[in-house]
């Protein structure tokens, strides 16, 4: 497969053109960024260690009937995937309150949900990825209610999947943002990155926090925690 031009750089990835229009090269970048952009900085490692843990944990829905656009790695930074059309929504999924739902609710950090809370996002960052509820998807036309539906019922799947796979890891899947594509065919498929940038992971022993917060918040040892997400889950 040749990797073309560039398509669309992002915060994270650069996405690019192959010879096959059915595809796309996706490549992982070691930036960071928190707060809408206004904090920039470098995570040295976390291009390899999002490409690779992404890779782990597609392969993982894939294998539980969960279709998404991975294909296959093809460097410590790049992966080949289907070529979508992204929905712009963030679906979010939290199973303990963290980040924006404890300052919005005034709920503590480290709650347990009785069960997983949904959240919709317009995925826009001139507007700052607003909030949307149903009501708004649907009148802005970002997805029919078939298709809320759908994508609702999937992400609670994929959180019943990922949240048992990483327990076994001593990892509690605390919160996560996923993104979801349609293919040349119509498909709905998940799309994007799951991964420390995504997520908030915590060590289910200690509650240490081993993701993005550790550069939000500048706690120090970003890479490590970043390293040892990569660690449990068998990348290095």
């Known amino acids: 497969m040749e990797k073309l031009n560039l ?24 930036e960071a960024t928190a707060f809408d952009g206004k904090k920039k900085g470098i995570i040295q490692g976390k291009g390899t260690v999002n490409n690779k843990v992404s890779a782990v944990l597609f392969q993982l829905l894939e294998e539980n009937g969960v279709p998404t656009h991975f294909v296959e790695l093809l460097s410590p930074t790049e992966m080949l995937v289907k070529r979508v059309e992204i929905i712009p929504l963030e679906v979010i999924v939290r199973n303990y309150a963290a980040g924006s739902i404890s300052k919005r609710l005034g709920l503590e950090e480290g709650i347990k949900f009785d069960q997983p809370v949904v959240e919709f996002c317009y995925k826009n960052d001139e507007l700052g990825d607003p909030m949307v509820n149903n009501y708004h998807i649907l009148a802005m036309k970002l997805a ?93």
């Open 7 to 30: 398509l669309y750089e992002g915060k994270a990835k650069r996405v690019y053109r192959t010879d096959d229009p059915r595809y796309c090269i996706i490549e992982y970048k070691d």
């Open 144 to 236: 029919n209610e078939e298709e809320i539906n759908a994508l609702t019922q999937q992400v609670l799947r994929i959180n019943q999947i990922l949240s048992q796979f990483l327990l076994g890891k001593n990892i509690i899947l605390v919160d996560f943002k996923l993104e979801f594509g349609r293919t040349g065919e119509g498909d709905i498929v998940l799309a994007d990155e799951i991964s420390p940038d995504t997520c908030r992971f915590w060590d289910s022993a200690t509650m240490e926090k081993l993701d993005k917060d550790r550069f939000r918040r500048d706690m120090g040892g970003v890479e490590e925690a970043y390293m040892e997400i990569a660690r449990r889950l068998g990348c290095i």
